[in-house]
């Protein structure tokens, strides 16, 4: 089952709640707390259990911060649709998921739909962590990838039944290496969504070595390629992305 009403419904919302948050003034105060809440409150209801709710509850707070730095009306309308649609799967997914538990397609639901929540999250952060208006230092930038890193990462790791002793040995491990590649790029002349992206590749050929790991499929060759991916993927970003000067 890909369509579900009551999910698409609550998208719906998901999206008047991020259209709200760029064209009514107000939203920043209570109004857009208690909207949010219920748009995370309904997700639970639908999706059975608190680890199901984790993504789509992660994506809500993660997409307003990143619509923010977006200016033009039609990427903005974009990225507001593309956004309902990370969140329409993730909701299927952890609806599918609680009746059946080993369903790879909602698996794979899930995890195309944590990039995409980890890139909203990245991009926002590093925006904000830009912005001359706002003075944010770079250890409370890193804890925010960590505390983000760490949650997304711990709950996947459980959807894809990993053993339970080792999520949070996995998690930490992604953790510790995407706040490093962070510190690092802090010194690269690029704009926020070149960190974010080559933070994400990075994030991503880890998670893929453990998932190999742990279901034995991990050889040299699957090393190798991974790190020929990365190589190649992170050089592509680099030569095709705007240099800025450092001052």
Do not use: H
Request: with cysteine; charged share 10%.
């Amino acid at each position: 089952m890909f369509f579900s009403f009551n999910i698409f419904f609550l998208s719906v919302l998901f999206a008047a709640n991020l259209w709200l948050s760029v064209n009514y003034a107000g939203y920043a105060g209570w109004f857009g707390v208690i909207f949010s809440l219920i748009i995370v409150v309904a997700s639970r209801m639908i999706v059975g259990r608190w680890k199901f709710t984790v993504l789509p509850a992660v994506l809500v707070p993660g997409a307003v911060l990143l619509l923010s730095l977006i200016d033009p009306p039609f990427e903005m309308s974009l990225f507001i649709l593309l956004s309902a649609l990370v969140f329409y799967a993730t909701v299927l997914a952890g609806w599918r998921l609680f009746r059946y538990e080993k369903d790879e397609t909602a698996k794979a639901m899930y995890n195309i739909a944590t990039v995409a929540v980890l890139f909203c999250w990245y991009a926002a952060s590093y925006g904000w962590y830009l912005n001359p208006s706002v003075l944010i230092p770079i250890w409370a930038l890193l804890v925010v990838f960590s505390v983000i890193t760490l949650l997304v990462s711990y709950v996947s790791f459980a959807i894809n039944q990993i053993d339970r002793e080792k999520w949070l040995i996995y998690s930490v491990f992604l953790t510790t290496l995407v706040a490093q590649t962070v510190w690092i790029q802090n010194f690269w002349p690029f704009g926020y969504l070149t960190v974010a992206v080559i933070t994400l590749i990075i994030y991503c050929v880890g998670w893929e070595i453990v998932l190999s790991f742990f279901l034995k499929k991990l050889t040299a060759r699957t090393v190798l390629f991974e790190i020929i991916f990365l190589a190649g993927s992170v050089l592509l970003v680099l030569i095709s992305s705007k240099w800025y000067p450092v001052i």
